[in-house]
């Protein structure tokens, strides 16, 4: 997937190792039942899924997808948005 361009000074890409300390953070902090660190971790490679994250000029981590494709259908796993960064549209 090619990486998005520049919106709100926000773009995406792939979800990398380097940035799971900050989406276990942010998992953390948005549901009561979070994913451990080596679920999301295992979640890099998973064929046929996709993991991206949204990040700021900065390069900072806000927010995250993770989902998979099926032959008739697209199902997201897991997604959350940094609590400080919540409805500014990322």
């Known amino acids: ?3 998005s361009s520049a919106r709100w000074g926000l773009r995406t ?3 990398r190792a380097g940035d799971l300390p900050t989406v276990v953070m942010i ?3 948005s549901f ?3 994913w451990t660190s080596d679920m999301l971790a295992s979640e890099l490679d998973v064929q046929p899924g996709w993991s991206r994250v949204a990040v700021d000029g900065q390069d900072e981590v806000v927010g995250f997808l993770i989902g998979r494709q099926y032959l ?3 199902h997201i796993m897991d997604l959350a ?3 400080a ?3 500014e549209g990322v």
Do not use: G, H, Q, Y
């Open 72 to 74: 008739d259908m697209w």
């Open 32 to 34: 009561t039942s979070p």
């Open 13 to 15: 890409r792939a979800m």
């Open 81 to 83: 948005v940094a609590v």
């Open 27 to 29: 998992e953390r902090a």
């Open 85 to 87: 960064r919540r409805r």
């Open 1 to 3: 997937m090619k990486e």
